[in-house]
């Protein structure tokens, strides 16, 4: 067992300490900005997945047991210790993933801020009471944790996706077990050693290394209760099928195809760096990303595109360490090429391709093996065309013209993704209604990008999630607790017959 300082490949994180076996099946690590690889992470299975449930059922009853307020004082030590080290934290995201550091940095605070909520457990576990429900009976309810619970998360949100799961599911009394994504998989670690640090009993909170092996493992294995994934839509249904199957709690988050419906009195200048932000920040690679603009009328759609089109221009795409980055390049070689067969596909479906990224070159020295493209704009994209029905997750933006709003709210129905939502107007009404109508889990109003704060809860409809539990905030503390009962009677001396019929208030 070696410590992950002393080498430079990512291992596991189980009962307290690094393991990283040497001769375990390994997956290179790239760094997107120059294509070059200088690590691996390895890749577990059942025998490691076995290791950690088992390292996390005996710490269960210990973190179960102990006081709601005093585990809140752990994970504020915790949150002490990312707010000391988000720039370290940073720094390693982007040198995996590609993201600006400044993105990066919002990532971290964002995933702090659901740890400051779950400080909040102490008061979001108190049950209900109910005094004299018959004659000397009370009652009362009272949440409790599930166990162990895992969670299984996607690349393009290292830190803040696992921190919509661990820190509720840990506050809660949980044990959790993080499945990371092998493509950007070190932040796990930093994490998994900042929470010991912190005062994390060992096996409280564990990290399997892998792929496909691992997520089955888990899905399968009788110690894990409850499975909480993010990624993309199949993925999503095979999880939450194989979770039910197995008997647990699944809620299993997919994929997105978010809309930005703009009515003619929108402010256009507002719209415009709206849909710069939402479209191409990260490199469309967010759940929440805006990826179909659909300006209401044609005049709108003209003025739109012709200023997107000049924006784009000047987007400025480079490395993370380049401070003046806009937008930094895809996770990996393969994605890339997957999202350029998109706009192949889009030119060979018959939109018309206003921006291409793919002439856009990188320029600095050192770079030019990394996996960058530059910003595409289509327009005059149909609902049939592959690049309007499917998740690119690219920084390509597709312009669907309608002549009314209400042609505009049934394109939106008609689509099987249903995250993320916004609409631009100064027209209350027309908003009011837009809220209340339309089929899709986040909304935003003159708001590009609608990520509920940590104190609501995230979550999509239709194929974006599979399950009943949205995932922190109130929809948090729900899906990592189960609910008892208790009813009580102390007798006053008073003969006990037996009863033989159905207990009743008479
Ligand atoms: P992905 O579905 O490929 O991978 C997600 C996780 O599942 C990873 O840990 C991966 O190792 C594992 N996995 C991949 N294929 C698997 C398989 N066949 N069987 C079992 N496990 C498997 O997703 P990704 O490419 O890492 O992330 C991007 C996707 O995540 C996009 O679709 C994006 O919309 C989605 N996402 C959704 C949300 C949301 O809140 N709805 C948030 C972030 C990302």
Same mark, same amino acid.
């Given at each position: 067992?070696?410590?992950?300082?002393?080498?430079?490949?990512?291992?596991?994180?189980?009962?307290?300490?690094?393991?990283?076996?040497?001769?375990?099946?390994?997956?290179?690590?790239?760094?997107?900005?120059?294509?070059?690889?200088?690590?691996?992470?390895?890749?577990?299975?059942?025998?490691?997945?076995?290791?950690?449930?088992?390292?996390?059922?005996?710490?269960?009853?210990?973190?179960?047991?102990?006081?709601?307020?005093?585990?809140?004082?752990?994970?504020?030590?915790?949150?002490?210790?990312?707010?000391?080290?988000?720039?370290?934290?940073?720094?390693?995201?982007?040198?995996?993933?590609?993201?600006?550091?400044?993105?990066?940095?919002?990532?971290?605070?964002?995933?702090?801020?659901?740890?400051?909520?779950?400080?909040?457990?102490?008061?979001?576990?108190?049950?209900?009471?109910?005094?004299?429900?018959?004659?000397?009976?009370?009652?009362?309810?009272?949440?409790?944790?599930?166990?162990?619970?895992?969670?299984?998360?996607?690349?393009?949100?290292?830190?803040?996706?696992?921190?919509?799961?661990?820190?509720?599911?840990?506050?809660?009394?949980?044990?959790?077990?993080?499945?990371?994504?092998?493509?950007?998989?070190?932040?796990? /670690?930093?994490?998994?050693?900042?929470?010991? &640090? @912190? +005062? %994390?009993?060992? $096996?409280?909170?564990? =990290? #399997?290394? *892998?792929?496909?092996?691992?997520?089955?493992?888990?899905?399968?294995?009788?110690?894990?209760?409850?499975?909480?994934?993010?990624?993309?839509?199949?993925?999503?249904?095979?999880?939450?099928?194989?979770?039910?199957?197995?008997?647990?709690?699944?809620?299993?988050?997919?994929?997105?195809?978010?809309?930005?419906?703009?009515?003619?009195?929108?402010?256009?200048?507002?719209?415009?760096?709206?849909?710069?932000?939402?479209?191409?920040?990260?490199?469309?690679?967010?759940?929440?990303?805006?990826?179909?603009?659909?300006?209401?009328?044609?005049?709108?759609?003209?003025?739109?595109?012709?200023?997107?089109?000049?924006?784009?221009?000047?987007?400025?795409?480079?490395?993370?360490?380049?401070?003046?980055?806009?937008?930094?390049?895809?996770?990996?070689?393969?994605? /890339?090429?997957?999202?350029?067969?998109?706009? &192949? @596909? +889009? %030119?060979?479906? $018959?939109?018309?391709? =206003? #921006?291409? *990224?793919?002439?856009?070159?990188?320029?600095?020295?050192?770079?030019?093996?990394?996996?960058?493209?530059?910003?595409?704009?289509?327009?005059?994209?149909?609902?049939?065309?592959?690049?309007?029905?499917?998740?690119?997750?690219?920084?390509?933006?597709?312009?669907?013209?309608?002549?009314?709003?209400?042609?505009?709210?049934?394109?939106?129905?008609?689509?099987?993704?249903?995250?993320?939502?916004?609409?631009?107007?100064?027209?209350?009404?027309?908003?009011?209604?837009?809220?209340?109508?339309?089929?899709?889990?986040?909304?935003?109003?003159?708001?590009?990008?609608?990520?509920?704060?940590?104190?609501?809860?995230?979550?999509?409809?239709?194929?974006?999630?599979?399950?009943?539990?949205?995932?922190?905030?109130?929809?948090?503390?729900?899906?990592?607790?189960? /609910?008892?009962?208790?009813?009580?009677?102390?007798?006053? +001396?008073?003969?006990?017959?037996?009863?033989? =019929?159905?207990?009743?208030?008479?």
């Amino acid at each position: 067992m070696r410590t992950a300082k002393d080498t430079k490949d990512v291992g596991h994180y189980i009962g307290g300490a690094h393991l990283l076996e040497a001769d375990a099946p390994r997956q290179a690590i790239y760094d997107p900005a120059t294509g070059e690889s200088a690590r691996s992470v390895v890749l577990g299975g059942a025998r490691e997945v076995d290791l950690a449930v088992e390292a996390a059922r005996s710490a269960w009853r210990g973190w179960a047991a102990m006081p709601s307020l005093r585990r809140a004082r752990v994970l504020d030590e915790f949150r002490r210790l990312m707010n000391e080290r988000r720039e370290v934290l940073a720094r390693v995201i982007s040198s995996e993933h590609g993201k600006t550091h400044e993105d990066a940095l919002g990532e971290v605070t964002r995933g702090i801020e659901v740890l400051e909520f779950a400080f909040g457990a102490p008061h979001l576990l108190k049950g209900d009471y109910s005094e004299g429900v018959g004659g000397g009976v009370d009652a009362y309810s009272v949440r409790q944790p599930l166990g162990v619970v895992a969670g299984i998360t996607p690349f393009n949100f290292p830190c803040m996706v696992p921190m919509w799961m661990y820190p509720m599911a840990l506050a809660c009394g949980n044990c959790f077990i993080l499945k990371p994504s092998e493509r950007d998989p070190s932040a796990s /670690l930093l994490m998994a050693e900042w929470l010991s &640090e @912190a +005062g %994390v009993p060992p $096996g409280v909170f564990g =990290v #399997v290394q *892998g792929g496909r092996d691992v997520v089955e493992a888990l899905l399968s294995h009788e110690g894990v209760s409850a499975i909480s994934f993010v990624g993309s839509t199949p993925v999503a249904r095979h999880i939450y099928a194989t979770g039910a199957r197995h008997g647990k709690r699944v809620q299993a988050l997919g994929g997105a195809k978010n809309h930005m419906v703009i009515l003619p009195d929108a402010d256009l200048d507002m719209v415009t760096n709206a849909l710069m932000g939402s479209a191409f920040g990260s490199a469309g690679e967010r759940c929440m990303a805006i990826s179909v603009a659909v300006p209401v009328g044609e005049a709108l759609a003209d003025a739109l595109v012709e200023r997107l089109v000049s924006r784009i221009g000047d987007l400025r795409v480079g490395p993370a360490s380049d401070g003046a980055s806009e937008m930094g390049p895809l996770v990996t070689a393969e994605h /890339l090429s997957r999202v350029r067969g998109y706009i &192949e @596909a +889009g %030119v060979s479906e $018959g939109a018309s391709l =206003v #921006v291409d *990224g793919r002439e856009f070159r990188q320029t600095l020295q050192g770079y030019e093996g990394g996996y960058y493209l530059g910003g595409s704009l289509f327009d005059r994209v149909t609902p049939e065309m592959s690049i309007y029905r499917d998740e690119i997750f690219g920084p390509v933006l597709g312009v669907v013209r309608r002549d009314s709003y209400e042609e505009a709210l049934s394109l939106i129905r008609g689509h099987p993704q249903a995250n993320g939502v916004a609409i631009f107007t100064r027209d209350g009404d027309a908003a009011s209604a837009f809220a209340r109508d339309v089929e899709v889990g986040m909304v935003g109003v003159n708001v590009p990008i609608p990520v509920p704060m940590a104190f609501h809860s995230f979550g999509g409809w239709k194929g974006s999630l599979f399950g009943d539990h949205h995932v922190y905030g109130e929809e948090g503390v729900r899906f990592y607790t189960r /609910l008892k009962a208790v009813t009580m009677r102390w007798p006053r +001396g008073q003969r006990e017959d037996p009863e033989f =019929v159905m207990p009743t208030l008479g």
